[in-house]
């Protein structure tokens, strides 16, 4: 038998697992389709409304190419040439995270996830080939990415950007989501567990952003070393390259058959790189639910904060010239909290917000770890003790909560310090690293949510989790520029939380919502104590 006959064989039955692995993926792939093209559609309806005039746009231009700061987050001035290129220079990097997660959790699940609870093993009993649930993994990643280039193609031309840039921009994130899908399955074969997976890829999902982030500084070598970078060349609706297209079909092809050598040379539940030995006796923090609780979280914790201090020193650094583009900008000053009368304090009232957003997804995220342990089976194990139902979940929560309002505080002092650097003023740094703490009922009651949903209906707790984090999102960043009525804002907590440092820290609002989380919490952990586990 030849080597490709030996290959479709090893290969037998993926067309049948695609199809499974497509049903199970009936709910987040929609959901990851509708993020990327809303987040697409917000921006550009909005770019276009402010940025009206070749004028508007050059002073834009002349603003963001001058701080070296806008330029790492958002790309390539020769971007600003165009209002289609503005609109990528604002959210490309952003679609390429959000596509590039997807096709990692996509592949993790459908492979290394699998392996290790014990399903691939059954499926593995039937005519399945060795490669086949790798290769079903990554058709569907395929089908995916197509996805993608389709709703962000058809976003972009009904938001009324040009056609061809569309398509182009359409292409460009989902090569970056088959670039990344290619690389999971590479990580799949070298990791035995799936946070290691996880672990390594976003890694290099962060060392991409920065090696893109520190070309369009530089002289722009390092971003051709970042699949951010391909996207970004392409240049849609400016110069419409196609090119660089090849780079995502070289990698992605190239990063499959190694992924193929590898899976020929381990044992089936092994990887490459087996665990390593732990020590002899157990830690102290494992005496407790709590400490086995931060164990499983303090990694993802530490990743979070650093990623969200990164950004908010991004941030902060832009802050003492906020005056300036808006006096250029006027139309701006309408996202800002307290408008132009001001400046800086309504643009670090609205980063601080912005960061402590993220930090509710770090919440919502370690929320959701318990549903994880639950369908896995560990909890069950765990349950199986003295330790009672609403102690162990406490732990959970606890966790979240703390880890969440750490994430906060990274985030001010993140861009306190940057903006203190700046204007080199050591105290900034400490009244904007206090103004993340008034933040913190807002995010305990949507992580409290999450732990209601939970404690509820589990299986339908991740999308409760995220469709109330998607709520906030919106009414935060995008109820001015949308025209939304009054009371969509109001439903959300950041709407009741004092424009902290722009305005005094009021103590009654923060008050109810902490008793409003805290009542949400109770009810979450009494309705888990009256439920069944539920794998």
């Known amino acids: 038998m030849t080597t490709s006959a030996r290959a479709v064989g090893s290969a037998s039955g993926a067309g ?9 993926e009936r709910f987040a792939l929609p959901c990851w389709l509708v993020g990327a093209g809303a987040l697409f559609a917000m921006q550009s309806v909005s770019s ?19 701080s070296a700061a806008a330029v790492a987050l958002g790309g390539p001035i020769r971007s600003l040439d165009t209002i289609g290129g503005e609109v990528l220079f604002e959210v490309f990097a952003y679609m390429g995270i959000v596509v590039a997660l997807m096709n990692m959790f996509l592949i993790g699940r459908h492979t290394r996830s699998d392996e290790e609870a014990g399903r691939d093993e059954l499926i593995r009993s039937a005519r399945v080939g060795r490669r086949a649930p790798a290769v079903a993994a990554l058709g569907v990643a395929l089908i995916a990415d197509a996805c993608v280039a389709a709703v962000v193609a058809c976003v972009g031309i009904a938001t009324g950007l040009p056609i061809a840039g569309s398509i182009l921009t359409g292409v460009a994130v989902a090569g970056i989501g088959s670039s990344f899908a290619a690389l999971t ?10 946070r290691g997976v ?14 893109r982030a520190i070309g369009d500084v530089g002289d ?36 499959t058959a190694v992924a193929f050598v590898l899976l020929e040379r381990r044992d089936f539940g092994a990887g490459l790189l087996p665990y390593r030995a732990g020590p002899a006796t157990a830690s102290w923090t494992f005496s407790g639910p709590t400490g086995l609780a931060w164990r499983l979280q303090r990694g993802s914790w530490l990743a979070w904060c650093v990623g969200v201090f990164g950004l908010g020193a991004a941030y902060g650094s832009f802050a003492d010239s906020i005056a300036d583009y808006l006096a250029d900008n006027p139309d701006v000053a309408a996202f800002l909290p307290g408008g132009a009368a001001d400046a800086v304090d309504s643009y670090l009232a609205l980063t601080v917000s912005m960061t402590s957003l993220l930090a509710t997804a770090f919440g919502i995220i370690a929320v959701l770890r318990a549903r994880a342990e639950e369908s896995a089976g ?15 979940l406490l732990a959970h929560a606890s966790v979240a909560a703390a880890g969440a309002a750490a994430v906060a505080v990274a985030g001010g002092f993140g861009i306190g310090l940057a903006y203190a650097l700046t204007v080199r003023t050591a105290s900034e740094a400490v009244r904007v690293t206090f103004a993340a703490v008034a933040y913190w009922p807002a995010i305990w009651v949507v992580v409290a949510i999450a732990l209601l949903a939970f404690g509820s209906r589990p299986r339908w ?8 984090f998607a709520y906030c999102a919106v009414a935060l960043l995008f109820a001015e520029s949308f025209d939304l009525p009054g009371w969509f804002p109001d439903a959300s907590p950041f709407e009741h939380t004092p424009r902290v440092p722009l305005e005094p820290a009021a103590l009654a609002p923060l008050l109810w919502l902490s008793a409003l989380a805290a009542a949400l919490a109770v009810a979450g952990l009494a309705a888990f104590r009256r439920r069944d586990i539920e794998p």
């Open 16 to 24: 049948a697992l695609v199809v499974f692995a497509l049903r199970r």
């Open 48 to 66: 276009q409304r402010l940025y009206d005039s070749p004028a508007a746009l050059a002073g834009l231009r002349e603003m963001m190419g001058a």
């Open 185 to 194: 399955t590479v990580a799949a074969q070298v990791f035995e567990n799936p």
């Open 198 to 211: 996880y672990a390594a890829v976003s890694s290099a999902l962060v060392a991409a952003y920065v090696l």
């Open 220 to 255: 722009g070598t390092a971003s051709w070393l970042s699949p951010f970078g391909w996207g970004q060349r392409t240049y849609p609706y400016v110069a419409d390259r196609w090119w660089p297209v090849l780079l995502f079909v070289a990698a992605s092809v190239a990063l």
């Open 378 to 392: 560990h909890a069950e194990f765990v349950l199986a003790s003295r330790l009672s139902r609403t102690r162990w």
């Open 461 to 468: 707790s991740a999308v409760a989790a995220w469709l109330g």
